[in-house]
């Protein structure tokens, strides 16, 4: 049976015991390896309903059961089936023992695979499960690398093999599938870093109801209309008052554009008032584009604080720069004590002072993309990439604030209705992989703040507000999609539109 895609997402460990669980419930492990098995045939079947050749590449746990399974079913159906297998498939034990067994006696053609060997139709990934934690081993990884090159269309069993199913990290290389159909429970690692580009399509077969009594997801899914529906009414007698005053901090000499794209986002997301402290050449061209707003020219020795006391949140970062004047700017924003978001050089100015982030607290929202994330950790890109679930979790704990880590399955620390469980949002393009996208992100977010929205719901709305409009923007095409183009359909999806 295959259903839509969870919410919740597992950790491989908690994954497996789930399956224990199943099993010791009463339903015998080889019955589940069928419904596997039955979940992958009709998800091929679907994908590739002209397709009459397939290549089954085994492994030595249960993937491969999985996968003499998937054999058996091709074969009666009529396709021409060869099995390769890369674990000999004598020292397969339990289940995966039986369903080698019943491929043999169909009579399918299993034999060891080695590189000169044909592949044709569509080829199946049973390699290697969900237990991998470290660099693929030679022979396995010969056989990835010739999957991949075969330029055929690839069905992933579980997850694509080489693939870490709790971070989404490759270990050394991983299979590229096109189709992945993964059991039980949907694995956070399908949905970030490296993951969604080996996935290819996603399809969930949860095989039998979970039991009542289960582990704590890692993550969850987040939804926008149950985000939507935290935020207050607005009540006929409504007046911009009530609705926050957002004082966004930035634009340094030739950096002018991110400040504005900030603060425009920040008016169409619901702000009753909009400043701007920015260089007083961005003045004109900001009030030109945006005549809502309210700005100022500031330098290093201006006195803020007026203007600072009537906030009720600060946006810090869009075009910043790291010179004295960001200094300066930053310094006052971090000691008026209110709601902020920091973004940009903002983040690079504390983390070459990490005395700065004293001043940071649960009503701080930073947004750093993996490289900022990098600088504030003291370790590489490479690093955060690594375990982005870790890097995240440890970026609130260091901080004390809360953190969105962006990127392909962008990770919030703490869903406001459960504080332990990371948020993970699904929506977003490549498209969106060009300048202004963070800025006019820490303008929805400082709105959405400024609007009196608990911290963590004001972020998680945001991002997800924000990577939804990207995707709306992109329907004409994501190359050449601008930040701005998010703007008008970031209006439209917090009015509820879709």
Request: net charge negative.
């Amino acid at each position: 049976m295959v259903n839509d895609f969870p919410r919740e997402l597992y950790s491989a460990a908690a994954t497996r015991a789930l399956d224990a669980a199943l099993i010791a419930g009463g339903i015998p492990g080889l019955q589940l390896m069928q419904r596997a098995a039955d979940a992958l045939w009709q998800a091929l079947s679907a994908r590739w309903p002209r397709g009459r050749e397939l290549t089954v590449f085994c492994g030595a746990g249960n993937n491969a059961g999985d996968g003499y399974l998937l054999a058996e079913r091709a074969h009666s159906a009529g396709w021409a089936v060869t099995v390769y297998w890369v674990a000999d498939p004598q020292r397969l034990q339990g289940d995966a023992a039986a369903a080698w067994q019943q491929a043999q006696a169909a009579g399918i053609a299993i034999q060891a695979w080695e590189p000169d060997l044909p592949l044709r139709g569509v080829l199946v990934d049973a390699l290697l499960g969900t237990g991998i934690k470290g660099e693929v081993r030679e022979h396995y990884a010969a056989a990835i690398t010739a999957i991949n090159a075969s330029g055929l269309p690839v069905l992933a069993v579980d997850l694509p093999s080489g693939l870490d199913a709790d971070t989404g990290r490759v270990w050394g290389l991983a299979v590229r599938a096109a189709l992945t159909v993964t059991f039980i429970a949907a694995k956070l690692g399908l949905l970030t870093a490296e993951g969604p580009d080996h996935c290819g399509q996603l399809v969930f077969a949860p095989l039998a109801e979970l039991p009542a009594q289960r582990p704590a997801p890692l993550a969850q899914i987040m939804d926008l209309p149950g985000l939507l529906a935290e935020r207050p009414a607005r009540a006929l007698a409504a007046h911009k008052g009530q609705f926050g005053h957002l004082l966004l901090l930035g634009g340094d000499q030739g950096m002018g554009g991110a400040i504005m794209l900030a603060a425009e986002a920040a008016l169409r997301s619901g702000a009753g008032r909009v400043s701007v402290l920015t260089r007083a050449e961005h003045v004109p061209a900001l009030l030109a584009r945006c005549p809502e707003v309210m700005v100022r020219a500031v330098d290093e020795r201006s006195d803020n604080s007026p203007l600072l006391a009537q906030a009720s949140a600060l946006v810090v970062g869009p075009g910043l720069g790291q010179s004295a004047w960001s200094r300066a700017l930053l310094e006052q924003a971090l000691g008026a004590g209110l709601p902020q978001v920091l973004d940009a050089d903002a983040l690079n100015l504390l983390a070459a002072d990490p005395g700065l982030a004293k001043a940071l607290d649960e009503r701080s929202l930073i947004t750093p993309h993996p490289a900022e994330a990098a600088r504030l950790l003291g370790c590489s890109t490479a690093q955060v990439q690594a375990d982005r679930p870790a890097a995240v979790r440890l970026l609130a704990q260091q901080f004390g604030c809360q953190v969105v880590l962006k990127g392909v399955g962008s990770l919030t620390t703490g869903l406001a209705t459960a504080p332990g469980i990371l948020g993970l949002c699904r929506a977003g393009n490549p498209g969106m992989a060009t300048a202004g996208m963070g800025d006019v992100l820490s303008g929805v977010c400082g709105a959405l703040l400024a609007l009196g929205l608990p911290p963590a719901t004001a972020l998680q709305l945001a991002v997800q507000v924000h990577a939804q409009a990207g995707d709306s923007a992109a329907q004409e095409g994501q190359w050449g999609l601008l930040a701005s183009d998010l703007i008008k359909p970031i209006r439209h999806l917090l009015n509820g539109g879709t």
